[in-house]
């Protein structure tokens, strides 16, 4: 097993840990360094489901440090499993499904504005629609 060059733990990374909400596993971000690292040509690159931005974040700084220049696409439609449209969030008196799903998508778009010096081309649509398009 090869280990990639980049040390995952640095201090930008911690700072995104903190700042940006998603669902990442330390693993995540070794897989996707190796991955970056050993990219077989300038192809797209595509990330299916994006949440509020973390990953998206973590490979466009990966991309950056190691100079990468493959285009970064994004796919989610932001509808989640077991949201019910109409609906209050849980046992919320006041959050409902749609604001919630508009807080995850705005803070996606913030982050990716915020932390990506290169914006990845997001489209909203689920990866099946992606797919056929």
Not at 40 to 49: F, K, Q, S
Request: aromatic share 12%.
């Amino acid at each position: 097993i090869q280990t990639c060059a980049l040390p995952i733990s640095t201090e930008y990374l911690g700072w995104i840990e903190y700042a940006v909400a998603g669902m990442m596993v330390r693993g995540n971000i070794d897989a996707m360094a190796y991955a970056i690292q050993h990219l077989p040509n300038e192809a797209p690159m595509l990330e299916i489901g994006s949440f509020c931005g973390k990953s998206t974040v973590v490979l466009a700084y990966l991309k950056e440090k190691h100079n990468i220049s493959n285009r970064l696409f994004t796919c989610d439609r932001w509808n989640f499993e077991g949201q019910q449209l109409g609906a209050r969030l849980g046992d919320s008196r006041s959050v409902t499904h749609e604001t919630y799903r508009t807080h995850v998508r705005e803070s996606y778009l913030r982050n990716a504005q915020t932390f990506c010096k290169e914006l990845p081309y997001t489209i909203e649509v689920f990866s099946d629609e992606f797919f056929a398009q």
